[in-house]
């Protein structure tokens, strides 16, 4: 079996605190968006970009109510993300070209939710060997353009096209 290591994800993680507040009770009050890097809002999720992105493109869509899993959420919460989520897609393959795409949740603090008490999830662009010897081995993302210009180009695309 193969292992791959994020070592450079568990300095985020592990730098929370449990009596900070939630990142995306944070980010749902509108206000400060770009700031912020919230690319679209919708009546029941908000969708907003990565600070710590796998890959360019990498974003999540998260209900405006604090809710820890799947179950918890309502139906039209459960239905515009999944709307969203498809959204998200095609503007990313529209955008970045990928070649596959990872969409999920990690619900709970043991399957690997940073954020484990607010469901959230996670849409990331995929491309051919983009886990390469400087992820695995010098714990270091290369990502070809900064968040603020990916922040522009995926807001643009939802205005035009939610």
């Not at 990872?102 to 983009?130: I, S």
């Amino acid at each position: 079996m193969d292992i791959v290591w994020s070592p450079w994800r568990y300095r985020y993680v592990s730098q929370a605190s449990p009596s900070d507040p939630c990142l995306f009770c944070l980010l749902k009050e509108p206000g400060r968006d770009q700031e912020n890097y919230v690319i679209f809002r919708g009546s029941a999720n908000f969708v907003v970009l990565n600070r710590y992105p796998y890959t360019t493109g990498h974003l999540m869509i998260a209900p405006y109510e604090h809710q820890a899993t799947l179950e918890e959420a309502g139906e039209a919460t459960l239905t515009e993300m999944i709307r969203l989520a498809r959204a998200a897609e095609r503007h990313l393959r529209r955008l970045y070209r990928p070649k596959g795409f990872n969409l999920g949740f990690n619900v709970g603090e043991c399957a690997g939710a940073g954020v484990a008490g607010h469901l959230h999830m996670h849409v990331v662009p995929r491309w051919p060997a983009d886990s390469n010897f400087m992820t695995t081995i010098g714990e270091t993302r290369v990502l070809p353009e900064p968040l603020e210009v990916t922040w522009e180009r995926v807001a643009r695309a939802f205005r035009e096209s939610p």
